[in-house]
C-alpha cells in the first residue's frame, strides 16, 4: 500500500515514516518544513520506496498532487501550540481548517480509500469530566482547540456526504524521540530535559498540579497502524482517544526527569524547579477514556509514561547533547 503522511518531517510523522518504511509500504511525506526538520528525514531519502514532495496544505493543488497514487492519507500536518493560536489565530485557522478542508477535498477526488487524521485532547475544552469520553466535549479554551473541533466536523460531514472514510486521533501530549525541544512553543518534555542537561531550571507554568495523559510516540504508531488497517465498519467514521489511559502531574513528570536524567549526570538531580503564573487557554487536567479505542480497534497501549519516558530520556540524552 501507499501511504501519504502529511507532515511528514515532523515529530509524529517521521516516526510514522520510519515505521510503516520498516513494514514495507510506500510512503510519501508531504511538508513545507515550517516546523519538520529535515534531518528527521535524512535516512528515509535513499529508501526507494519513499517520496518526498515539498509543499503546503494551505495549496489546494500541491494537496492534489500529494494525493495522487495514494491508497490512504495520515494527515499529520498542523500548526500546534495553544499559546501560538492565541498569538496568531489567522495563520493557526489557515493552515488547520483551510489546509485541513484541502486535503479532504483532495482525498475525496482521489479515491483514497481511508482518511485518518490527528485530532486533539484540546477539543475537550471546559468539560471537567473525567476520565475524557469522546462523545462528551466541552467548549473550546483556545483558537487552536477551535481548528482541532472544526476538523472533526469536517470529516464527519465528508464521510456522510462523500462516503470517504475517515477516522480521528485525538491525541494526549505525545512524547518520544525526534521532538523538537527548541523554538517558542517547545512541548514540554523535550524542552524540560534540554534545560536540565544544561543545569538550567525548568518553568513550570501554575503550581504545578495539572495533570496530562503524556502519551509516548509507540503507543501513536499503535493506533495509526490500527485506525488505518481495522476492517470493522463500526471503527471508522468517528473519533477516538489516543493516549495512554493514566495521568501525571508536572511535578511528577519533572521528578521522573530528573531522576531518569540522573542516571547519565548526578549533578541533574540537584538543578531547582521555578514556578511562573498559569498559562491562557491551558486545560486544568486531562485524562483519556482509552476504552473505545480498546473496544473497536483491539487498542494495547506498550508504553507507561515511566516505560516511555526511560526510552525517551535515553534518545534526547544522545541526540539533543
Request: glycine share 8%.
Amino acid at each position: 500500500m501507499k501511504i501519504l503522511i502529511t507532515g511528514g518531517a515532523g515529530f509524529i510523522g517521521s516516526n510514522l515514516s520510519e515505521y510503516f518504511l520498516a513494514k514495507g509500504y510506500k510512503v510519501v511525506c508531504f511538508d513545507n518544513f515550517s516546523t519538520g526538520h529535515r534531518h528527521n528525514i535524512s535516512d528515509f531519502l535513499n529508501n526507494k520506496n519513499y517520496t518526498l514532495i515539498e509543499g503546503d496544505i494551505r495549496n489546494l493543488e500541491s494537496c492534489r498532487k500529494a494525493v495522487d497514487g495514494v491508497d490512504y492519507v495520515l494527515h499529520q500536518a498542523a500548526l500546534g501550540s495553544v499559546p501560538r493560536s492565541i498569538n496568531d489565530p489567522i495563520t493557526t485557522n489557515d493552515v488547520n481548517v483551510s489546509g485541513f478542508l484541502n486535503m479532504l477535498v483532495a482525498s475525496r477526488e482521489g479515491n483514497i480509500k481511508r482518511f485518518v487524521y490527528a485530532a486533539s485532547s484540546s477539543t475537550y475544552g471546559d468539560s471537567e469530566a473525567l476520565p475524557k469520553v469522546e462523545e462528551n466535549i466541552g467548549k473550546p479554551l483556545s483558537p487552536y482547540a477551535i481548528t482541532k473541533y472544526v476538523n472533526e466536523l469536517y470529516a464527519e460531514i465528508f464521510s456522510k456526504t462523500y462516503g470517504l472514510e475517515t477516522i480521528g486521533l485525538r491525541y494526549f501530549n505525545v512524547f518520544g524521540r525526534r521532538q523538537d525541544p527548541t523554538g517558542a512553543y517547545a512541548a514540554v518534555i523535550p524542552k524540560f530535559v534540554m534545560q536540565l542537561m544544561k543545569y538550567e531550571s525548568p518553568i513550570i507554568n501554575g503550581d504545578g498540579n495539572y495533570s496530562r495523559d503524556f502519551t509516548y510516540i509507540d503507543n501513536v504508531i499503535q493506533m495509526n497502524e490500527l485506525a488505518l488497517t481495522t476492517k470493522d465498519i463500526d471503527g471508522v467514521n468517528t473519533v477516538y482517544n489516543t493516549a495512554y489511559g493514566d495521568r501525571t502531574t508536572l511535578n511528577e513528570l519533572v521528578n521522573i526527569l530528573k531522576v531518569n536524567l540522573s542516571k547519565f549526570d548526578p549533578k541533574i538531580k540537584d538543578v531547582e524547579i521555578i514556578h511562573g503564573p498559569s498559562r491562557t487557554g491551558d486545560i486544568p487536567h486531562s485524562l483519556a477514556s482509552i476504552e473505545k479505542a480498546k473496544r473497536l480497534l483491539g487498542y494495547k497501549p506498550q508504553f507507561s509514561i515511566e516505560d516511555g519516558l526511560k526510552e525517551a530520556v535515553n534518545w534526547y540524552y544522545n541526540n539533543l547533547k
